[in-house]
């Protein structure tokens, strides 16, 4: 009986501390869609396909897996943000700060990547890429 009892009590604990972070996906996105601005948000598998994010800002943000298919991110900072897993196929990264950023096991293809900050970007491959670091340490 105590058993069943802890059991039942320690499943409602589970589902209370993982449904608000469900929920607060939605209006993550929202927001993110209307300001631009969502720095250090966890939006770890979001589906944000198509989406017009020109110049937004999400540093430190956590997008690991996902869907950013045909985003506009041009002039986003990314910097530190998780984009592991990440589909970024025929995403817009034109002048995008990648900087300190995860790519690894990201899909980038047909993304369009010029111009882009990579210091100290862990890429796909899981290479860190040094390109860019002039720009900081002059």
């Known amino acids: 009986?105590?058993?069943?009892?802890l059991?039942?009590?320690?499943?409602?604990?589970?589902v209370a501390l993982v449904t608000p972070t469900q929920a607060q996906t939605p209006e993550l996105i929202r927001q993110l869609q209307t300001t631009k601005k969502c720095e250090k948000c966890k939006l770890n598998g979001a589906n944000l396909y198509?989406?017009?994010?020109?110049?937004?800002?999400l540093s430190n943000a956590n997008l690991s897996g996902a869907d950013l298919r045909r985003t506009n991110l041009s002039g986003a900072d990314l910097s530190d943000a998780n984009l592991s897993g990440a589909d970024l196929s025929d995403a817009n990264l034109m002048d995008a700060d990648l900087s300190d950023a995860n790519?690894?096991?990201a899909t980038l293809s047909k993304a369009t990547l010029s111009v882009v900050l990579l210091c100290n970007t862990?890429?796909?491959?899981?290479?860190?890429?040094k390109r860019d670091c002039?720009?900081?340490y002059r």
């Open 50 to 57: 198509g989406s017009n994010l020109e110049g937004a800002s």
């Open 134 to 136: 002039s720009r900081f």
């Open 7 to 14: 059991t039942s009590l320690v499943l409602l604990v589970l």
């Open 122 to 129: 862990t890429l796909p491959e899981g290479r860190v890429s």
């Open 1 to 5: 009986m105590q058993l069943k009892l």
């Open 103 to 105: 790519l690894r096991d």
